[in-house]
């Protein structure tokens, strides 16, 4: 099993290198021109980086969400738990680890803020791999995320409660960041397992769009 994995993000690192690296890349960007314009910096990490969190999910399950693979997904043996939960859960901590850490060194967040951004970005990501293990579409899986996103950041979490995903950057008054933290994080559980479920019955959910 260990031999398998390594196979494959050998070939996951070769074939989607650029959705791998593109939030990387633009991390270190943002945490370059902290010295030029901490402003500039911090606002490439909110509005353009954490959007692009979710391509590397999306890299890790290309396959599920692929046209040409869908006949071959019902059919060919995979390891349901390792590819439906423990990668997207891995590459989501993995990532927003490092963006808690590039916000950090900007310096503008409190602790609790940036625990809750930790939470968010992990939470956001899970819901990609949700959405495109459910509908098994790449463009599902990258726009409903997208889309959840920048409608709670233009209203300030309008209707989306304690699952506004900017709370730690553009709060809320109503939401505490206590709160808004644990239910993202039960939440982000949730869809995982139900990310696992739907994987390991898709030949029942098999959507044909």
């Known amino acids: 099993m260990v031999k398998q994995e390594i196979i494959f993000w050998r070939y996951l690192f070769k074939t989607r290198y650029g959705l791998l690296l593109f939030p990387l890349i633009l991390t270190l960007l943002a945490v370059w021109l902290k010295s030029f314009n901490a ?54 901590l993995v990532y927003s680890a490092v963006y808690t850490a590039a916000l950090r060194d900007m310096g503008n967040y409190s602790a609790e803020e940036l625990g809750l951004a930790f939470t968010s970005a992990v939470f956001y990501m899970i819901l990609s791999s949700f ?16 889309a959840y ?5 233009f209203t300030t979490g309008t209707g989306q409660g304690f699952l506004y995903l900017m709370q730690w950057n553009r709060a809320n008054p109503n939401l505490s960041l206590q ?3 644990v239910t993202q994080a039960a ?6 397992l139900g990310a696992l479920y739907f994987l390991k019955r898709r030949n029942v959910y098999h959507w044909t769009s």
């Not at 495109?132 to 997208?146: S, T, W, Y």
């Not at 996103?149 to 950041?153: D, N, P, Q, S």
């Not at 939440?187 to 995982?192: K, N, P, T």
């Open 187 to 192: 939440v982000a559980l949730i869809f995982s």
């Open 39 to 92: 402003d500039l910096s911090n606002q490439l990490l909110i509005y353009i980086v954490f959007p692009v969190m979710l391509f590397p999910v999306v890299a890790s399950l290309y396959q599920i969400g692929s046209i040409n693979h869908k006949e071959l997904l019902l059919t060919y043996p995979l390891n349901a738990f390792f590819v439906g939960w423990i990668r997207p859960v891995l590459l989501s």
């Open 179 to 181: 709160s808004c933290m």
């Open 149 to 153: 996103l920048f409608f709670g950041m």
């Open 131 to 146: 959405f495109l293990i459910f509908f098994k579409n790449i463009a599902l899986g990258i726009v409903l995320p997208l």
